[in-house]
């Protein structure tokens, strides 16, 4: 067996991982999957590329190569303006749109439905946009370093990994550690008590949807820069992310990632050993199979 | 309402309420409990106990009518607000948080305080609550029927509120703990927190209320003192349905 699938697998894994955070936490407290929750990654990705070509016109030097890396400050800079306009968008879609329907109190396949539209209507205005050509960050090429045991990765492909790991520990104490996280979980488990307590259960839904949609932008950024940007990159991840999120356990963040993770080694393992058209299947059949065995996943609680 | 007079701890006037806009459950309640006074309401299933209380807590839409605590208008403030006001509120059923720990039980209540006074506030309560200061890492889903209640009870005085409303403290509970959860709430009031308490155990609540009302059909139709109430065998025959007894063997 080759060991670099372990690489490639984990380098997949986290950016899976980063993006059924976003998956996991809306399911837990708005109740329905967001099938959009994959077109905030494809956003995020575009607007981090808008801007940095952007600040790249205004300053060409911000376009030089950051040490090893292979890209220059202007990324970073879009990145950070990209996961406040993704932020920013998920508000928007909950406000016009999800919100509404809560008001309403509209059932779970309500919210489902509105969430295929939403996605469809996003993907067709960034394809609109953007067309439907692939798109880079940057054109440099970069030399994968070797790592040990005949794996190699290159250094914008560690900085994904390490990036990953410490925004899921950043979420996990954000959540276990600090009263807003306290409330996210009390609203997670019983909505109606958590008003009694005093949370102001608004307040934290619009926490979570600018957490998810962060953690969405980085996760898209980052399927940009160690693959491509295209109008169709979410929806292409939409499979891997639920699979994670379920796998996971629904509301566990380090549950998620430990999945996406899982689901990552398991792609790349496929890819070498059956065949690189088997690499689709593997996220569904890792789905049916939790929804069969373990419904509440890893980390998940079993619903009474 | 003269200057004299404290207002009310608590009041409702016509209060209408339910869950549908064109179902009232709640039909017209005017309602009124003094300070530091323990007021039971009793009434058979259905009668609209919960949905009443629940109403005033925020959690069912009040259609018309209007509800006061200590005299300030609170009809309209939302579920989260009330609590900063001065209302605690425990629910029926599923009253504690079973996924989080004992600490962040009352850490969650507690977080509305400033954050200068939570710690004290916390280690006050389990002075209250000797058997929770011993487990308060455990998973509150893990606590026993009359646990999970003296959580929700001490959950709710972490605010320290004036006003603290109860649905059904008792239900599913043996005697034994339901004497202990009564003479807690007793201690409670007694400290000056006037006290709500919608019953089905007649008998227990009777025993440690100074008033009782009777809920029928969304509309109150007794108000007395609780002493005169536990003597009167007709109105417990019309009004209160099943016995303590007759209703375990329901659940
Ligand atoms: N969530 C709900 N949605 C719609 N109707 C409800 C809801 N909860 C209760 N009801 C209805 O409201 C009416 C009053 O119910 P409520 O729970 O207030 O009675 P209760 O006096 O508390 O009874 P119990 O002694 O059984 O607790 C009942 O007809 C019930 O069917
Ligand atoms: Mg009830």
Not at chain 2, 197 to 222: C, D, T
Request: glycine residues 10%; aromatic residues 6%; hydrophobic residues 55%.
């Amino acid at each position: 067996m080759n060991p670099q699938i372990l690489v490639d697998g984990l380098i997949a894994g986290a950016m899976y991982g980063l993006g059924a955070i976003g998956v996991t936490l809306t399911y837990s407290i708005l109740r329905f999957a967001n099938f959009a929750h994959s077109e905030l990654l494809t956003f995020g990705a575009y607007a981090a590329l808008a801007l940095s070509s952007a600040l790249g016109v205004l300053s060409a030097g911000l376009l030089a190569p950051l040490g090893p890396f292979s890209f220059g400050w202007s990324l970073p800079l879009a990145a950070i303006t990209a996961m406040a306009l993704t932020g920013l968008l998920a508000l928007a879609v909950d406000a016009v749109l999800f919100g509404r329907l809560r008001a309403r109190r509209s059932s779970i396949i309500v919210m489902v439905m509105a969430s295929f539209g939403a996605a469809l209507t996003l993907r067709s205005l960034l394809e609109f946009v953007f067309t439907s050509k692939p798109a880079y960050f940057t054109r440099e090429l970069q030399i994968a370093l070797p790592l040990g045991g005949g794996m190699r990765a290159t250094p914008d492909q560690l900085l994904a990994l390490v990036l990953a790991i410490a925004l899921v520990v950043a979420v996990h104490l954000l959540l276990t550690r600090t009263a807003i996280g306290r409330s996210m979980r009390a609203v997670s488990e019983n909505q109606a008590l958590a008003g009694v307590v005093g949370v102001d259960v608004r307040r934290v839904i619009r926490v979570v949807w600018l957490l998810g949609a962060v953690l969405a932008c980085v996760a898209g950024i980052m399927a940009g820069l160690l693959v491509q940007l295209r109008p169709y990159m979410g929806f292409d991840l939409l499979l891997p992310l639920f699979a994670a999120a379920i796998l996971g356990g629904i509301g566990s963040v380090p549950g998620a990632m430990l999945a996406g993770l899982i689901v990552g080694l398991a792609e790349a393992g496929t890819v070498q050993l059956v065949g690189a058209e088997w690499r689709t299947a593997v996220a569904f059949i890792i789905l049916v199979l939790v929804l069969l065995l373990r419904p509440h996943g890893l980390f998940g609680r079993p619903q009474a | 309402m003269n200057a004299a007079a404290p207002p009310p701890a608590l009041a409702t006037r016509a209060l209408v309420a339910g869950y549908e806009r064109d179902l009232p459950i709640v039909r017209g309640v005017d309602f009124e409990v003094a300070p530091a006074e323990l007021v039971v309401i009793l009434g058979p299933n259905g009668a609209g106990k919960s949905t009443l209380v629940k109403a005033i807590a925020g959690l069912v839409p009040i259609h018309a009518g209007q509800a006061f605590l200590a005299g300030a208008d609170i009809t309209a403030s939302p579920v989260q607000e009330k609590v900063r006001h001065g209302l605690a509120f425990v629910p029926q059923t599923e009253n504690i948080f079973a996924t989080l720990t004992i600490q962040d039980n009352l850490q969650l209540a507690a977080d509305i305080l400033p954050r200068s006074e939570q710690a004290a506030r916390i280690a006050e309560v389990y002075e209250l609550f000797p058997d929770l200061a011993a487990r308060r890492s455990a998973c509150a889903g893990n606590l026993s029927g009359g646990q999970r209640q003296m959580l929700a009870v001490a959950r709710a005085l972490i605010v320290k509120p004036s006003v603290l409303i109860l649905d059904e403290p008792s239900a599913g509970l043996s005697p034994k703990i339901v004497g202990e959860v009564f003479s807690r709430l007793k201690e409670i009031n007694t400290a000056g927190i006037t006290i709500v308490l919608v019953e089905q155990n007649v008998k227990a609540a009777l025993a440690i209320a100074h008033r009782a009302v009777i809920l029928v059909e969304g509309e109150l139709r007794h108000d007395g003192p609780a002493a005169t109430l536990a003597d009167d065998p007709i109105v417990a025959q019309l009004y209160l349905g099943a016995t303590p007894a007759g209703r375990e063997e329901q659940r």
